[in-house]
């Protein structure tokens, strides 16, 4: 755990806008392909920056030395970049409006104790369970991957924020021979926010839902391929998620939004079904803690949760301070920076749109011909909103009817004119765990939603 030499910092009456951080990655990945280690790697990336703001301009500067005396360096060292900026920008801006003084606790506490030992140990008995049980199989890979992110924060503002965000997955990928003679693979990831030992107990824990993952495997194998075309469909939740994330949340970043994004002109106008909310919850949601839950931002701004989309409305965006004092809103906690050595970033923490009162099976019987897509692979966005996912899983759904299992395929449009098509929404909602943002900096995100009905493009074989 870090130790906290930036307490004394609180109410040190600095002459600039100021921010103190120290933080600690730790990352641990082990990986099986086969029954053969491929993979053992054990990081950390620890260290301090101070990030300082003259007249509108920022200086920066960071060191993997985290001691009294090379924290006096470091906070110097961004003031002098910060002046040097300020004389050659003079750019002439008032300081950010002060946040109030607060102490944001440690709120998890719990040490990680499973050595690198227990990690190969455990997925190396869950191989050993699939490879004896599922012996038809072309290939099998499993993985523990655990990363654990610790911040202290000290700004100008006197706040003083200390927390630690570990979170621990098991992933599991499976290939068989497809009823064509060309291979088929699903990839699932199990576990969330904790330490490994708080997500896993024992191997077996796992193996109902490993027998899951094998039973969808093999049903695609003899699977149909999508026609293309613009078809009804249903999007599982995990799906739904990507669509609130990738299509949508990168939109609304307010950094793309001065960029020139989608957004920007669709402030205040519809953007959806009047059904459609979509939220960057902060920390907690439905009474849950949320997969990232953030209290403080990397900026010392106490996080709220953003309302992106209000009844179909576009009604917000996600800002650090710099963006909300110019656009004239109120900043809710969204700068993030993946490493020590990073400035902070407008991200997402976790983004959803929120559940309806529709259930599945009413979903479903109220489709004669479409789709229902479950799994999701990769997938792209742009500041335009135009998307392309792809769908590694699904069925057909024939008069009402689940039917013939899919083979992989994508999906495509545009997301403000795809979301204003949604007319059911299921009244449950989960919650992807395992996803990491790649905007300049890896970050990790919750992503999530209920199963949404409208119409896209299916992109087919």
Known sequence: MLKDHLRKYVGAGFSEYTELRAQSNTTRRVTLLNGNMINNDSSES???????RVNGAYGFSSGSDYTPDSIER???AARENAVFLDSRERMGKPPFAKVPPMSSPLRYTTEDTASQKRLIEFISEL???IAAKYPKLLSRVVIANCLDMEKLLVTSDDVHSHSDIPRSHVMVQMTLMGNDGTPVDLFTPFGGMGVFDDQFTTPDALYEKIDALYEKVAAKAEGVYAEPGYKEVILHSDLAGILAHEAVGHTVEAD??????VAGPSFGKQVASEKVTLVDFANTAFGKTCPQPIYVDDEGTPAEDAVIIKDGILSGYMHNKESAEKLGFKPQGNARAFLFSDEPLIRMRNTCILPGKDKLEDMIASIDDGYYFIDTGNGQADATGEFMFGVNFGYEIKNGKIARPLRDT???????EVLKTVDMLSDE???GSSGMCGKKQPMPVGMGGPAVKLKINVGGR
């Open 46 to 52: 620890a260290g301090f920056s101070a990030r300082v």
């Open 127 to 129: 191989d050993a369970y």
């Open 256 to 261: 793309f939004v001065l960029s020139g994004s």
């Open 410 to 416: 994508t999906i495509a449009g545009v997301a403000f």
């Open 74 to 76: 470091i906070i110097a």
């Open 429 to 431: 909602l989960t919650w």
